[in-house]
């Protein structure tokens, strides 16, 4: 039962490198979120996808970029990383965007930006 | 400004006491889910409440959202040291109370509670 899953679970970047977070959901649900969890501040969103084929800004967008890339998969972009960007990512997963749906979560990303 | 305001931010207590944790806002939700999070792991829904003035009991844990649906509580009787945990309260925006926020969960600070044996 393999729910949500996130790679890498640990990262290490110099400042300006490149990269991409990937996460993958088993469960056939239509919307996928992009969390950033900093100590004090709760988890902020990032980007969602509601459904396959859109994705749109959450809190929090800036130096980020996301893929849909099919149902099951959501992928997070940093393209010029920043000290700024240290944090813990989540990617979760929900069956619909709207509604009061439970989300699902996966182990979560540490990266480091020195 | 945090649109739910989660309080206290930490918690340290013994095994067997009680305990209670707010979450309160300015702003009408249509729903508002509580979360707990272990070290290394994802946030795992432990409820869900729509209706104001709605309590859920979950064992030894007690929800209640509030008449005006702008503030929930959760309280834990007799707490364990396996009830150790950040603890997060996250509400989806009543309609025409967030604009672009509106249907999207948004999550409180978080309350990190400690439970000593």
């Known amino acids: 039962n393999a729910g949500v899953t996130q790679t890498p679970k640990f990262q290490v970047l110099k400042t300006g490198q490149s990269m991409t977070l990937q996460c993958a959901q088993d469960?056939?649900?239509?919307?996928m979120y992009w969390y950033r969890q900093d100590p004090g501040m709760g988890l902020r969103l990032i980007y969602y996808?509601?459904?396959?084929?859109?994705?749109d800004k959450g809190e929090v967008p800036n130096g980020y970029n996301v893929s849909r890339l099919n149902k099951r998969e959501f992928s997070l972009r940093l393209e010029s990383a920043a000290p700024s960007q240290t944090s813990v990512y989540f990617c979760?997963?929900?069956?619909?965007?709207?509604?009061?749906?439970?989300?699902?979560f996966g182990e979560g990303s540490r990266l480091t930006v020195l | 400004t945090q649109l739910l305001e989660q309080s206290p931010q930490f918690l340290s207590i013994q095994e067997g006491e009680n305990l209670t944790v707010y979450c309160n806002s300015s702003?009408?939700?249509?729903?508002l889910q509580w979360y707990r999070q272990e070290p290394g792991e994802g946030p795992v829904l432990l409820v869900t409440v729509v209706t104001g003035g709605e309590v859920k009991k979950l064992k030894r844990l007690t929800f209640q959202f509030g008449d005006a649906r702008k503030d929930s509580s959760l309280h834990i009787t007799a707490a364990q040291p396996g009830d150790t945990g950040l603890y997060l309260c996250?509400?989806?925006?009543?309609?025409?109370?967030?604009?672009?926020?509106?249907?999207?969960?948004?999550f409180g600070q978080g309350t990190i509670l400690t439970v000593h044996p």
């Open positions: 469960m056939n649900h239509n919307s």
């Open positions: 996808s509601a459904s396959e084929g859109t994705t």
């Open positions: 702003s009408v939700f249509s729903s």
């Open positions: 979760a997963s929900k069956f619909r965007d709207r509604g009061t749906g439970e989300l699902f």
């Open positions: 996250a509400g989806s925006l009543a309609s025409g109370a967030g604009g672009t926020s509106y249907g999207k969960l948004t």
